[in-house]
Nanobody, 124 residues
Framework: RPDLVESGGGSVQAGGSLRLSCVAKGSGFDNYAVGWFRQGPGKEREGVSCISLKGGSKYYRDSVKGRFTVSRDNAMNTAYLQMNSLKPEDTAVYYC?????????????????WGRGTQVTVSP
């Protein structure tokens, strides 16, 4: 089973950028779709993006389309979430998760393995 560790969070001003990384310890990373989820203060967890096993399919929630880009490097057992033009409403703890099934940001129950999260704070 993959042990996922996120990094790259931090505090930025609106309009800034951050790149989150999700490193999977263990083998078989390319057997999993990778999703990114977030939970803001006082909000429910929501799906942000997902990338299929080999990166051929990518999905985004509407509010991040055109600003966020998901990618993966299976040789490095790492997935990325490049976040540009950040807004205060993007403030949240961001989690990566791995799914043995299909890639769906609306079905977090499909993701069996989760990282501990990394905090992203965007100030006005």
């Amino acid at each position: 089973r993959p042990d996922l560790v996120e990094s790259g969070g931090g505090s930025v001003q609106a309009g800034g950028s951050l790149r989150l990384s999700c490193v999977a310890k263990g083998s078989g990373f390319d057997n999993y779709a990778v999703g990114w989820f977030r939970q803001g203060p006082g909000k429910e967890r929501e799906g942000v993006s997902c990338i299929s096993l080999k990166g051929g399919s990518k999905y985004y929630r509407d509010s991040v389309k055109g600003r966020f880009t998901v990618s993966r490097d299976n040789a490095m057992n790492t997935a990325y979430l490049q976040m540009n033009s950040l807004k205060p409403e993007d403030t949240a703890v961001y989690y990566c998760a791995a799914s043995e099934g299909y890639c769906s940001i609306t079905e977090p129950q499909e993701f069996n393995y989760w990282g501990r999260g990394t905090q992203v704070t965007v100030s006005p």
